[in-house]
Structures are given as C-alpha cells and as structure tokens.
C-alpha cells in the first residue's frame, strides 16, 4: 500500500521516502535488463537491486523451501550435493539464476524435466524445458560435486566454506551460502530448511534447527556414514543458514523451556558447560525485553576455529569458533529476535541487526554483570574510550553514517557501536516503558519476515507520538560526530 507524505511526517521519514525511488529504479533496470516488456514469459533478473551488494538474490520467484542432501568427506574437502528448491513464480519465467559459486553443476532438473545450465561469475542460470507461469509452484533440483571454497568478503573477513583442523563449517554472512548450495542469497528472500548431512562415521554434522533423524549407513565401498537430518521449519535467510561438520560432542539440555542442543568440539567442554548454565538465563531475560523467542530451539555451535575471528548468529544455533565472553554470547542471542526472525529488507538495513544486538550487550552488562550503566557505555563511545571501556574499535564510529554502509564497511564499527547510540538516544526521548513497548512490537509485528529502517522509525514515531526526525538525522544518517550527547 502506498502512503502518501504529510505535514507530520518527520524529517528522517522524508528523507527514507525520497531514498525510496532510487531503490525501485534499481530495481526496475535489473528487470528490464533480463528479458524486456510484454506479458509473456522472460528472463528473472539477476540481482536483487541491493544497494549495498546489487549482484545479491535474483528477480521473477520467491524461494519457500530448501531440501538439501549434502555428502562430505572432511579428508580432501570433497562435497556431493544435491538442492531441492522450492519456488514460486512472480512473473512468467522463461529462465531464472541462481547465486551459486565454485564447485560443478552435474544435473539440473526443472519440474522433473532436464534443464540447461550455464554459469557467469557467481550466476547460474536455468532454462526449464518449459516455461514456468506467473504464481505457479515450481521445484528445481541441482546436483553439484567438487571441493568448497572460502570467500574472502570485500571487508576482508573469511566466509562461505571454511576448513578445520576436524572438519568444515559453512557460514553465510554476507554471501558466503553461495559456496555451498545453490539458492536466492538475498535477505529478502526467506524460506523453511532441510538438511540432511552424510559425513564418516566419528564425524557429526549439525546444521539449523532440529535433530529429526540420525541414521548409520555404508556406501558402495563398505566404509561406515552417519547421516543426520535437520529441520527449519521457520522462515530464513540464507545468510543464515549453516552447516558444521566435526568430531563434536553434544549436550541436549533446556533453556527456559526451549529445547537447546549445544555442540562443541572436545577441547571445548568447559565453554560448553557454561554455556549450558548460561543459556536459560539468558533466554529467559532476552525473553522478558523483546518478546516471546520466535523459534522452536536455540543451541551453539562451539568450535576450535582460529581462522575465523568472529562469532556468527547463525539461526538456531550460533557459531562461536572458540570461547566467548558472555556478551557476545547475548549479542548472538539476541541477533535470533533482530535479524534472524526480523530480517533487513535490504543490506543498508545492517544496523538493526548490530545495533540492537549491541546494545543488548550494554544492557545485559549494567543489569546481569552489574558494570557500566547503558549510559556510561554510550558515554564511552561518544569520547571513544577504548582503552579505559574495553569497547573494542569505539574510536572510528565516526568514520560513516550507520544508515550507509558500504559493501566494504558492512560490519564497521558505525554500524554497532552508532546504531547502539541510535537505540538508546530513542530510549532517552520516548522513556523506558515506550521503549520496551517499541522493541516487543517489532519483533511481534515482523515476526519470521523482513523489515527497514523506514519501518522502524515510523513504528517509534507512531508509538511515542514525537516527531523523531532531528534524532534520526543526528544519530542515523549522518557521519559526523554530534556536538551534544
């Protein structure tokens, strides 16, 4: 539904609203570039129209369901895959893409019919034996082999298939799924998982979700597999989604009434234990701020992982490649409310992902660890205190304007820390109660979809009755440091 601008309209709800064109022109030159006018069917277009990764997600279909059949050999690197997916049309689709990186295309399959193939960079393109109609329910199977890589992403962080010294682990963010399976690897497009993971025997396999079935088989050679079967049955983007092989060990246990499976790797027993004596308390405080927890489990992955310098808030299950500081343990929980469940609309949307999630960190330490109030640690990054708060990288919050990151800049330190001061400059105007009050209707009114910045600054205006707009424009959308806290 349209909405038409207003004299109450604020001056940050302006400037999204001018902004908003740009993006739809993008949009509109990706379709028309793939296959032209007219009613019949054409070309999907190949990108999404992101404004912080253009070549992201591809247009005509909306995925809903991924069946992924994955055989690994951690011994060589090896991976036999096959992707089910299930779409449906939202044009009439002569051909359609796939990001899809590296590795072979041995079979594709369109509705149960041969399909052709062919790849351009990290584009592969199908063509169905026939073409797919507007609002129809279609299945795609790819079958793909080869060995995995690792992307380097533009910020320089490691991503997509990473090697360990027992195993692998795929991690996704921003676009390092398209390493392992092919798919629509945009944040906008959000569908249930299954996974089901043949790995040696000795080695497990965990993935998103629920442990619905693990079974012992042998192969042609006689050797002995496991295959384990995981389930999503909530929406997800594919950023998200992962799949960790290794000799781990695992403790089922409770969190607050949510069923929680915590793998780790054998030199990680003590991180798993305080990690299962943490996590109910944890659940049950993120619980009592942002609303009811939109999954059916929670878990961690800890893994023994020095190559990978971050912990990521894969859905279900974070990724922690060692062990971590019980805030980041939070930051990660709190990511399965803003950002798992709420999803960005668009990659320039980052900083209600980190913001939130950082600022759950300034408030789980002056409540639960009885440290800095919030408003000491804002304090402390508006002087850039690193040395004396502990706030790592707090002194470059300045160098760009959280609302604007650059493909480059997805995870810099405005997105975090300045969407953190954004989160508690609207606590400071709208006071506590209307502040909860706009945290538990966002993650209630976007539940399991996707959501910008535009909608969160018209859900604290509509909610607080203040024109926020100076606030915005102050904290938000511009780099310079404000000459007031």
């Given at each position: 539904m349209a909405k038409s601008e207003s004299a109450s309209v604020s001056t940050a709800r302006r400037r999204l609203l001018r902004r908003a064109p740009v993006v739809a022109l993008a949009l509109a030159l990706v379709a028309g570039c793939s296959g032209g006018g007219g009613s019949g069917p054409r070309a999907g277009g190949a990108g999404a129209g992101d404004p912080v990764f253009p070549s992201l997600g591809n247009g005509g279909y909306q995925v809903e369901h991924y069946g992924l059949e994955l055989d690994y050999e951690p011994e060589g690197n090896d991976l036999d895959g096959t992707a089910v997916i299930t779409a449906r049309a939202t044009e009439g689709l002569s051909s359609f893409t796939l990001d899809f990186k590296g590795m072979k295309v041995t079979d594709a399959k369109v509705g149960g019919k041969a399909a052709k193939t062919s790849r351009s960079g990290a584009k592969l393109k199908v063509v169905p034996e026939e073409p797919v109609s507007k609002g129809a329910t279609f299945k795609t199977e790819i079958a793909y082999e080869g060995k995995p890589k690792t992307i380097r992403d533009p910020d320089g962080a490691k991503e997509g298939w990473v090697e360990t010294a027992h195993g692998a682990v795929g991690l996704g963010e921003p676009q390092g799924s398209m390493a392992w399976f092919p798919g629509n690897h945009h944040p906008s497009d959000k569908a249930t998982y299954d996974f089901t993971v043949s790995v040696p025997s000795g080695f497990t396999a965990v993935a998103n979700g629920e442990l619905k079935?693990?079974?012992?088989?042998?192969?042609?050679?006689?050797?002995?597999?496991?295959?384990?079967?995981?389930?999503?049955?909530?929406?997800?983007?594919?950023?998200?989604?992962?799949?960790?092989?290794?000799?781990?060990?695992?403790?089922?246990?409770?969190?607050?009434?949510?069923?929680?499976?915590?793998?780790?790797?054998?030199?990680?027993?003590?991180?798993?234990?305080?990690?299962?004596?943490?996590?109910?308390?944890?659940?049950?405080?993120?619980?009592?701020?942002?609303?009811?927890?939109?999954?059916?489990?929670?878990?961690?992955?800890?893994?023994?992982?020095?190559?990978?310098?971050?912990?990521?808030?894969?859905?279900?299950?974070?990724?922690?490649?060692?062990?971590?500081?019980?805030?980041?343990?939070?930051?990660?929980?709190?990511?399965?409310?803003?950002?798992?469940?709420?999803?960005?609309?668009?990659?320039?949307?980052?900083?209600?992902n980190e913001g939130f999630a950082q600022y759950a960190e300034w408030m789980w330490e002056a409540q639960q660890e009885k440290g800095r109030s919030e408003k000491q640690t804002f304090d402390d990054y508006y002087d850039g205190k690193d040395s004396e708060s502990k706030d790592d990288g707090s002194g470059d919050i300045w160098a760009f304007a959280p609302a604007y990151p650059k493909a480059e800049t997805i995870s810099g330190r405005p997105v975090y820390g300045r969407g953190a001061m954004v989160l508690h400059k609207v606590r400071e105007t709208v006071g506590d109660s209307v502040f909860f009050g706009i945290l538990r209707s966002w993650t209630r009114d976007h539940r399991h979809g996707n959501a910008g910045t535009d909608d969160f600054i018209e859900l604290c205006e509509k909610k607080s009755g203040k024109d926020l707009g100076d606030l915005f424009d102050t904290w938000l959308f511009r780099a310079a440091k404000p000459d007031h806290r």
């Open positions: 079935n693990k079974e012992e088989m042998e192969d042609e050679d006689g050797d002995d597999w496991t295959a384990f079967t995981w389930h999503s049955a909530e929406p997800m983007a594919s950023y998200l989604a992962s799949v960790a092989v290794g000799d781990f060990k695992a403790v089922e246990t409770d969190a607050a009434g949510v069923p929680a499976y915590i793998a780790y790797a054998p030199k990680q027993a003590d991180a798993a234990r305080h990690m299962k004596e943490l996590l109910p308390k944890a659940m049950a405080w993120a619980r009592e701020r942002f609303g009811p927890y939109p999954f059916a489990s929670t878990g961690a992955v800890i893994d023994d992982n020095p190559d990978i310098e971050y912990a990521l808030e894969t859905q279900t299950k974070p990724y922690f490649p060692g062990p971590e500081t019980d805030k980041i343990i939070v930051h990660e929980l709190a990511h399965q409310w803003f950002g798992n469940s709420v999803t960005p609309r668009t990659w320039r949307d980052m900083w209600l």
